[in-house]
Every structure is written in C-alpha cells, then in structure tokens.
DNA sequence: CTGAAAGCGCTTACAG
DNA sequence: CTGAAAGCGCTTACAG
C-alpha cells in the first residue's frame, strides 16, 4: 500500500511525531531535520491518511453543502453559489461533500452525527427550512446562504431584498415613471419559504406607495408556456406601465425573445430594470439596467465567516445575520419620462 | 461528545465486537442481542464515526466528483450530470466529494492519496485530459463521462455523437432536405479536446456526403453577440439551407429568440433539429426535434459501474469504453421537403 | 530540538 | 452466537 508516516520516519531517522510536527508545523525543527523529512516524503510520495487524521483530530477539513435541485428554480441560479463556495473553501484548506439527499433533515444528521463534515453551508435557506433544527442539534457549526424566520444559532448571509427593490422603484421614480408592472417569483418559491420573494416584493410596494407609483404586481413562472402567459397577463393588466422590474431568472432570460416578438424595444417602448447576479446577466446576455445580486460575495463571505468560527472557539457575540448591499449596473434600459 | 460504539456496547451489555457486527450484518445475532443493541443505539443516537470506519476499513464510502466550471461552456450542461451521478451515488451509499480545484492534476492525488475517497467519477473528459494520468496512479478505481483519446484502466461512458450526428442527418435527408446547416460547439471546445464536437461533425459530414447532402459547417459562440453573429455568418453562407442542426446548448437556447427576430417561422421556413438532453430542452422551452443526449443514463451507469468495480474485486475482463445510444424525440420542427 | 506512547473509534481475524 | 484484542495511521500531551 501507500506510503504511512511511519515509513517516512523511518526514511528520514526521525520518530514519528516528529514527522508530524513537521507537517502540522506545530512545533519548530532543525533545518536538517526538516530536509531529511522532506526528502522521504518526496521519494516515498507520502500523503497522510484523512481518515487517520480526521479521526485523531477530530477534523475532516471538509464542509458540507446542502442544496437541492427544484424544479421550480432555475436551475442556473443555484450553480452561481456552488463555485464561490467552493473556491473560498479550498483557499482556507477545505473540501467539499455536496449532500443532495431529498431527505434534507436525514441528510444533515447523517453527516454530522457521523463527523463527516467540520461544518455545514446551507443554500437556498427557507423561512422555515426544516434543515435548521437538526443542524442546531450538530455540533459542528452552520453557515446559512438566505433568510430564514429563526437563524437562531447560525450565521446567515443574503442580500438585502429589501433594499434591492427601493433601489430599483427609486431608479424609475427618479427617471419619471408612474406605472410600474413587477414581476416576481413564481407561487412555489412563496410556498417554500423562498422569503426573497415577498421582502422584495412589499418593499417594492411601500416604496411604490410613497412616491405615489401605480405598481401591478405579477407571479412569473419557471417554465413556458407559463413565462409568456405571465407577461402577457401582466402587461394586460396595466397595458399603461412605462416601466417592468422583474425579479425572476426564469422569466428576464425568456424576456429578450418576449419582447421582441411583442415587437417592443427597451427603452423606446418600455423602461427594464432586471434583478440578476452579473455572471447570470452575462451568461444570457441580458441587456438591462439591473440591481445586483451577489452570489460571489455571499459564497465567500458564508464561507470565510464559517472557517473563522470554527478556528475561534470563544468567538465574540452571537451568531451574526448580515443582509448585503446589492449592486446597481446601468445598461440604459430605462428611459424618462416627461 | 457523542455516543461511541463503546457506549452503545456497554448499554446493550455486549461487546463492541458485536456491536460492529450488528452494523455491518456481517455475521448473525440472537433477536435478543439485536433488539438491545437497536434500543441502546436509538436511545444514544449512535452513529458510527466516519472516520474511524475509514481508518479501520479502508473504505470512506465517499466518490470524488472532478469537474470544471468553464467559461466557455454553457453552465446548465454540467450540472445535468451532477444530480444523477449524486443520486445513483446515495442508492448505493456513497457520498459525494466535489472537487472544481483549477489544478486538476493535483486535486486528483490530494483527494486519491489521501484515501479521502473510494472511487473518482470524471465530468466532462477531453480527448487527452490531465487527470487520467493522475489517477492512473491513484489505488482507487474511476470513471469518466466522456470520451478520451487513451481511457486505458478505467471505465467509461459517453454518448455515441457520431451516431447522434447520423440519426439527424437521416431525418432531414428522409425528409428531402439537401442543404443544410450545422452549428457546432464553439472553437474552445475543440481546443481542449471536447471530442463530441468533432465526432458529431465528422460524422454529420461524412453521412450528408453519402446523401450527396450540402452541408456548411460552422462554429457556434458561447455568449452573445457571438452567437447571433455566428448564426448570422451561418446563414450568410448557405441562404438557400433549408435545415439546420443545432450542436450546442448556448446556440440552441438563444435560438427561438433569434429566429423570431429574424421572422423565421419553424418549420414553415427553416426545420431544426436540435441535439441536446430532455432536461435541457425543457428548462429552456425549446420546441424542437431532437436528437438527445442522455445525461441523467449516462450519469448512472457510471455510477453503478464504479461501483460494480468496487465491490468486485477480480472484475472480468478490461475495463470498458460504452457509448450510448442517443435518443430521438420528434417534435414537428421539420418538414417535408418536395 | 526530539522521542516514546497513549488514544482517537472503528473493523475483523482469531478463539471459544 | 459472542468476546477479547490487535490494528488501521494519524495527533498530541508528556518527558527529556
């Protein structure tokens, strides 16, 4: 078999603890020490052992992530979260078990209960995601990509939903626009819990009221025909609206080839401002003014903050919940209106 | 800390040994001594430590998963093999690790020498990838979906795109067509060794040549403009096509869209076929025939191989290249050329 | 600056 | 049908 710490003392004259700490860097060595250590680990093309070392630390070096494919969801969306969090993992030594299981409770059980995982990032978090109760009962700590009603016990990052849609209602009311169509998510991601739905929906709203905007609010679909029925009802129901701000992937993907056949040009005809990360937007070469999300950022900070709990023990104060300040791109698909 | 099997040993009044054995159903108990051992595991909520059984068994009962996320790929292909590979993975036990390190080479050691996992299943394999070599050397068997110019020592599975590029062909030349235009993967992918996109175009190539079929061939882009503009230069070199095959998913996704732009009525003025996979089509809406790609079988039997190997210690024979037959799935975008 | 040894929590021959 | 014990390959106090 492979090459054990044992057998690169032996190479190197030295005990085995002290190829340990060679590796840990723990403690300090001689330099003739360290180079006969590194030789043998070099010739021998030694590797130590994860399970040995997970089970003789107690660390595995991996985190979990949990997510589920939906159909409801764009399936797209999601992957913008895996890659940041992978990437901001590896970077501080960390790999990654990606835990699919339907059973989501059963999964984070089984994987912390069993000390797979140093740790838990969760995405696509609910208000009442079941997920959270048993990875209260873990002892591992959790990290959560969303907004749950209770994140008691975690740190959870998202974007401000909020503030992303008075961003969006103050850019066209700025710009002159009294009728406003949105677009939101569709019914199931209410259902589920998908609280970015209607945070950024009721601010849009009130921030409408205020300025004494007509707004016509409107559930998207994920799918055809659903997206274009959804338009169509939408744009019926306030054939008068200046300006649409939609706030789901599925549909502002399907809204070049909608409008188009409408034969409606932005912003001659109507005033766009879409609500998309920048890698979604450049993917699907989407032209309109939009209020960022940031998957990148999100990932990164989720997963810097989950290492820094897990290498400070006595960290100060409570679990942390930040909401993200979204970004802003103009892409002049809004006019004004006089 | 939680319950060890010492615990539930002590609890249950019997030997760890038996605990162990009452797990792995490796050898046969008295109903007494299971009902207890059940009791006293419930009561304690054991579960087996992970890495301890790792270390003991030399089984982490995890697969690596090694995939990229590239610019110039669509990002919806790659993820319709992650959720069949993750679920054929669950039924037979096995979690999944996702490796997306940019160092293919080193990810491949670091998790195999590391005996981090059982087995390694590869997304999305170039004709002379970097990883085989690696995990040439790795104890651990793998898998690869895709094609690869030397694929000596593993399983592997893929999609018979020459016989995909044939059956589209077939169609549209029982239907009459004689000048046609296929779009293929965008000229990155060639590059890096994609060697669906040669197979299929050799293949659709040499199949219209035996029809005495007209075929201009063209590169597609990843993003837009590109992709319009390529469709555009397309077109430009053979108006007079009265077909096109679409052999990439940014293209064919953006098709509808451009079409209409274009006035194009399918099939009335143009009939399409399409090559991509059920899923694909569904999520982006797209209406046309199409030959499919069989991600979520492909994914699965690569699983079940990998498994097969594992637990079959003296498999028969080589290990074996499989290419999968497409499937087909008419949906009236092509008509009857007289 | 370095070593001998206990211990992490399992699995599995070996014995009865 | 069941148990005592060695061993998997590390880490880390404890000692010098």
Redesign the pocket.
Known sequence: ?AA???DVAYAAG?????V??A??G?????D??RRRIEDAIRALDFT??AG??A???AETKVFGLYLQFREDEFAPAMLQYVLPVSTTAREHGYDLLMVTDTDLRGAIHRTTSSYMVDGAVLLDVTYDDVRLEPLRQAKQPGVLIGYARDATGFDAFDLDFGEAARIAVDHLAERGHREIILVTPPRDVYDRGGSYAWRFRDAAVERAARYGIRMSVHEGEARQPGITEALDAAFAALPTATALIVHNDATVAALPSYLNSRGVVVPRDLSVVGVYSADFGNAFSLPYTSVETLPDKLGELAVTQLVRRINTPGLAGEPLTRLIEPGFVDRDSTRIVS
Chains 1, 2 share one sequence.
Do not use: F
């Open positions: 078999m054990t710490i044992r030295v005990s085995v603890s002290t340990s700490y590796l840990s723990k403690r300090s060595l001689s003739e020490t130590p052992n040995a070392r089970l003789a630390s």
